[in-house]
Structures are given as structure tokens and as C-alpha cells.
């Protein structure tokens, strides 16, 4: 399993963005991009998306710009992935609706992968922005 460079570069984003948490000016998607060498266009797509899944908080005019919408503690790994990749879920037969699966109606590990997923997605949901923040710093 590996995480696709959009949903690496959204979790390197928001660890800057909680650096600067507590302070009173917010941050633009060119401050961030400067600060973690994420390319421009890809840290607007990435901001539009945190915002829009409620991680960021965005105003606009003079003064404008983004913050985390919650402490970096209230936010986890699994926050993040899922605001750019969607759901976790890795197979397709633990997503809800239909599926691909030529084996499906046979196959005696589907019953399993859901087990699977949630220990997959628990490990993702137990580290929270704040554990990154300070072990990048580390």
C-alpha cells in the first residue's frame, strides 16, 4: 500500500500549517508552497480540497488566506487521506455499492478485508497532525 504524492503532499501542507497554528496571521497556498517545496499549482489544488473536507479554514480579502480548522491535535492521518483520496479502503470489495471482483461470490477472504481495513485505517486515525508537526521537527 502506498500513499499517492497528492495525499503525501497534503499531510506535508498541513504539518506546516501547524507550525504556524496559534498564530494570528493565516497562511496562503504560496507561503506554503515556499516553505515545503510543494509545487504552487499543486498546493492551490491540495488547500482547495483540505478546505472543502473541513480541515482548513479559508477567508478571503486583505488578511486572507487558510488555518487549520481545528487544533493538530483534532486532526489525524486518516483525516487527511481521506480528504484527498476518499474513503480508506483497500480492496474493492470493502467499499460500499458494486464491485469488480470476478471471485466475489465465492471468495472466502472478503469476509476478512473489512477487519483488514479498519486496522489499516485505525493506525492512520491514532496519529494525530500534532505527533507529525514534532517529530518533523525532531
Same mark, same amino acid.
Given at each position: 500500500?502506498?500513499?499517492?504524492?497528492?495525499?503525501?503532499? =497534503?499531510?506535508?501542507? *498541513?504539518?506546516?500549517? !501547524? $507550525?504556524?497554528? /496559534? %498564530?494570528?496571521? +493565516? &497562511?496562503?497556498?504560496?507561503?506554503? #508552497?515556499?516553505?515545503?517545496?510543494?509545487?504552487?499549482?499543486?498546493?492551490?489544488?491540495?488547500?482547495?480540497?483540505? =478546505?472543502?473536507?473541513? *480541515?482548513?479554514?479559508? !477567508? $478571503?480579502?486583505? /488578511? %486572507?488566506?487558510? +488555518? &487549520?480548522?481545528?487544533?493538530?491535535? #483534532?486532526?489525524?492521518?486518516?483525516?487527511?487521506?481521506?480528504?484527498?483520496?476518499?474513503?480508506?479502503?483497500?480492496?474493492?470489495?470493502?467499499?460500499?455499492?458494486?464491485?469488480?471482483?470476478?471471485?466475489? %461470490?465465492?471468495? +472466502?477472504?472478503?469476509?476478512?478485508?473489512? #477487519?483488514?481495513?479498519?486496522?489499516?485505517?485505525?493506525?492512520?486515525?491514532?496519529?494525530?497532525?500534532?505527533?507529525?508537526?514534532?517529530?518533523?521537527?525532531?
Amino acid at each position: 500500500m502506498r500513499l499517492s504524492s497528492l495525499a503525501d503532499y =497534503a499531510i506535508v501542507l *498541513l504539518s506546516a500549517a !501547524a $507550525r504556524h497554528c /496559534g %498564530g494570528v496571521a +493565516r &497562511l496562503n497556498a504560496t507561503q506554503l #508552497a515556499e516553505e515545503t517545496g510543494v509545487p504552487l499549482p499543486t498546493a492551490q489544488k491540495l488547500v482547495s480540497r483540505l =478546505a472543502a473536507a473541513g *480541515l482548513l479554514e479559508s !477567508a $478571503r480579502g486583505t /488578511g %486572507g488566506g487558510f +488555518r &487549520l480548522a481545528r487544533p493538530p491535535s #483534532a486532526i489525524s492521518l486518516a483525516d487527511i487521506v481521506e480528504a484527498v483520496e476518499g474513503p480508506i479502503a483497500l480492496t474493492s470489495c470493502v467499499e460500499h455499492g458494486a464491485n469488480d471482483c470476478a471471485i466475489e %461470490g465465492s471468495c +472466502r477472504v472478503k469476509p476478512h478485508w473489512g #477487519a483488514v481495513n479498519g486496522a489499516v485505517r485505525g493506525a492512520l486515525a491514532g496519529v494525530s497532525l500534532a505527533q507529525l508537526s514534532v517529530l518533523e521537527n525532531a
